[in-house]
């Protein structure tokens, strides 16, 4: 298929896009490029892109490149860059999801694969694992957009137009855009950089980790499954068995790593606390089949980051923290309070 990637140079993006080459697919990329230049490793493949806004794509853009599927990834990624500004955050991550999936329809796209998350189960429960049919219990407005956008995509659904919804959990593991504001991914960079696992709640909280790798691996499959599984259905994506207490995680990364365990003064309870059940994507996507423990992807974070001689600026700094960044550009004058690219950043 000819797939359209929003949000190409992201953290997923660039782990998903040459999976998808590999798988034969033919891309084209969507994304401003706020954290293009925030690579470590090889530099992922170029691939012919729109460089627009996503708040400003049209159905003339899509039928520009005329996709056959589109996979939207593109949104204001995780919960303090959201909660920078909870109206730009549904802005972005609802409005123009429901916009883009508009113009795809209106173009003739007829799958749309959006990357929601588990986010949205929110407050949860540690008592069972959370299924699809769950309750929603959102704590941010990253959480709450998901759930809107899923909602009006379902609205959009027809016997020409088929939405699918990955609940990703967690992400961790390497990327060629690296992310160091994710849980396992920080807490690997502490202990190996720093000589200590830092914790800033009690790490009693339950959550649902997936590799980046394996998100890229179930886009794919569900990009190629039969219409009447996927059609306006959500999917928990992960493993049923990778969902871990925090304070698990930490004591998995010192016995890889090394490094002392340490809570952050006053540490409480995370509000954030749930476990979910992967079983539908399992039993109804078979050729889905994660390959990714935490434990594998601990060892593997501490590969690459010895390999590629990442330091504790660079992972804690503005080159791999997506608020961090995002401030700098701001402070520089290259975006405004918007997020849009300035006349200075020309």
């Not at 000589?195 to 980790?209: E, F």
């Not at 394996?214 to 190629?224: K, Q």
């Not at 504790?312 to 690219?341: P, T, V």
């Given at each position: 298929m000819r797939v359209l990637v929003t949000g190409h140079e992201g953290y997923l993006g660039s782990v998903l896009v040459p999976r998808l080459i590999e798988s034969g697919h033919e891309v084209v990329g969507l994304d401003t490029g706020l954290f293009a230049d925030g690579t470590i490793g090889p530099v992922p493949e170029d691939v012919p892109a729109l460089r627009v806004d996503l708040r400003d794509v049209t159905k003339d853009h899509l039928a520009e490149v005329a996709p056959d599927a589109v996979m939207h990834l593109a949104a204001l990624c995780n919960d303090p860059l959201g909660d920078l500004d909870p109206e730009l955050t549904y802005d972005v991550n609802h409005r123009s999801t429901v916009r883009l999936a508009k113009a795809a329809k209106d173009a003739g796209v007829t799958r749309f694969l959006f990357s929601s998350s588990c986010s949205l189960y929110g407050a949860g429960t540690d008592d069972a694992p959370l299924d699809e049919n769950a309750a929603f219990a959102p704590l941010t407005p990253y959480g709450e957009s998901k759930i809107l956008s899923e909602q009006d995509l379902v609205g959009l659904a027809d016997d020409d137009f088929s939405p699918t919804f990955l609940r990703n959990?967690?992400?961790?593991?390497?990327?060629?855009?690296?992310?160091?504001?994710?849980?396992?991914?920080?807490?690997?960079?502490?202990?190996?950089?720093?000589?200590?696992?830092?914790?800033?709640?009690?790490?009693?909280?339950?959550?649902?980790?997936?590799?980046?790798?394996?998100?890229?691996?179930?886009?794919?499959?569900?990009?190629?499954?039969?219409?009447?599984?996927?059609?306006?259905?959500?999917?928990?994506?992960?493993?049923?068995?990778?969902?871990?207490?925090?304070?698990?995680?930490?004591?998995?990364?010192?016995?890889?790593?090394?490094?002392?365990?340490?809570?952050?003064?006053?540490?409480?309870?995370?509000?954030?606390?749930?476990?979910?059940?992967?079983?539908?994507?399992?039993?109804?996507?078979?050729?889905?089949?994660?390959?990714?423990?935490?434990?594998?992807?601990?060892?593997?974070?501490?590969?690459?980051?010895?390999?590629?001689?990442?330091?504790?600026?660079?992972?804690?700094?503005?080159?791999?923290?997506?608020?961090?960044?995002?401030?700098?550009?701001?402070?520089?004058?290259?975006?405004?309070?918007?997020?849009?690219?300035?006349?200075?950043?020309?």
């Open positions: 959990a967690t992400a961790y593991g390497f990327s060629p855009r690296l992310r160091g504001d994710l849980v396992v991914n920080d807490l690997v960079g502490h202990a190996l950089l720093a000589g200590n696992i830092g914790l800033r709640s009690n790490g009693m909280a339950w959550r649902p980790l997936v590799h980046a790798d394996d998100i890229a691996s179930a886009f794919i499959a569900l990009l190629e499954a039969p219409r009447e599984t996927v059609h306006a259905r959500p999917f928990n994506v992960g493993h049923s068995d990778e969902n871990y207490l925090i304070r698990d995680v930490a004591n998995l990364v010192q016995e890889v790593v090394g490094g002392e365990v340490t809570f952050a003064e006053g540490a409480g309870a995370d509000a954030r606390n749930y476990r979910v059940s992967c079983d539908r994507i399992a039993a109804e996507v078979p050729e889905f089949k994660p390959q990714w423990t935490v434990r594998k992807g601990i060892e593997q974070l501490v590969e690459k980051y010895k390999a590629y001689g990442l330091s504790l600026d660079d992972l804690f700094g503005e080159r791999h923290q997506r608020l961090k960044k995002i401030n700098a550009l701001h402070a520089a004058g290259k975006i405004g309070s918007d997020l849009r690219w300035t006349e200075n950043a020309r």
